[in-house]
T-cell receptor, first 113, second 115 residues
Framework: AQKVTQAQTEISVVEKEDVTLDCVYETRDTTYYLFWYKQPPSGELVFLIRRNSFDEQNEISGRYSWNFQKSTSSFNFTITASQVVDSAVYFCALRSGYSTLTFGKGTMLLVSP | KAGVTQTPRYLIKTRGQQVTLSCSPISGHRSVSWYQQTPGQGLQFLFEYFSETQRNKGNFPGRFSGRQFSNSRSEMNVSTLELGDSALYLC??????????????FGSGTRLTVV
């Protein structure tokens, strides 16, 4: 069985603050894929990043960065200099073997001006 | 390139009725997955189809069913609706080769309200 835990239910920050969203996963497979999605109020899940289990390199894309650590089974997401438009629910997800995407419960991020 | 199209966007049904939701994947994508999203349970997997065959099924009662057509379009049906079926139903499409995890693109969802 696979499991994704996002312990932070809701985070509130003021614009320009940095914020880190935590994600811890569980799987018995050695090959797996991790994802982050953003869900704005419109409801659509917007793909942000995919990382496979063999690639532990951290990634930076503009104000977004991801820290993947197999030793702690974590795949954390940091937004630098947050903006109001970053307000959304963020989901971490895992897929391993022939199973389907398993999502965490999501973290609601509220960025105030 | 058109995205994933789900119709209708909103739906209100009465308990006991049945409903059919539609999903048109991105052109060329052969895999379609369905998820139910509720405030209490979060995102839960319903089923996944690849080339008209159901490949995976989540832990939902038999009232929930789906199918995929030869053009990859998919429908899901819920019979004998219950109040607890009120949710956002999301469809995702993927090129999906079995055993890999290429990107999933989600539609905007169908918000079903059962009264």
């Amino acid at each position: 069985a696979q499991k994704v835990t996002q312990a932070q239910t809701e985070i509130s920050v003021v614009e320009k603050e940095d914020v880190t969203l935590d994600c811890v996963y569980e799987t018995r497979d050695t090959t797996y894929y991790l994802f982050w999605y953003k869900q704005p109020p419109s409801g659509e899940l917007v793909f942000l990043i995919r990382r496979n289990s063999f690639d532990e390199q951290n990634e930076i894309s503009g104000r977004y960065s991801w820290n993947f650590q197999k030793s702690t089974s974590s795949f954390n997401f940091t937004i630098t200099a947050s903006q109001v438009v970053d307000s959304a629910v963020y989901f971490c997800a895992l897929r391993s073997g022939y199973s389907t995407l398993t999502f965490g419960k999501g973290t609601m991020l509220l960025v105030s001006p | 390139k058109a995205g994933v199209t789900q119709t209708p966007r909103y739906l209100i049904k009465t308990r006991g009725q049945q409903v059919t939701l539609s999903c048109s994947p991105i052109s060329g994508h052969r895999s379609v997955s369905w998820y139910q999203q509720t405030p209490g349970q979060g995102l839960q997997f319903l089923f996944e189809y690849f080339s008209e065959t159901q490949r995976n099924k989540g832990n939902f009662p038999g009232r929930f069913s789906g199918r995929q057509f030869s053009n990859s379009r998919s429908e899901m049906n819920v019979s004998t609706l219950e109040l607890g079926d009120s949710a956002l139903y999301l469809c995702a499409s993927s090129l999906a080769v079995i055993g890999t995890a290429v990107g999933y693109t989600f539609g905007s969802g169908t918000r079903l309200t059962v009264v």
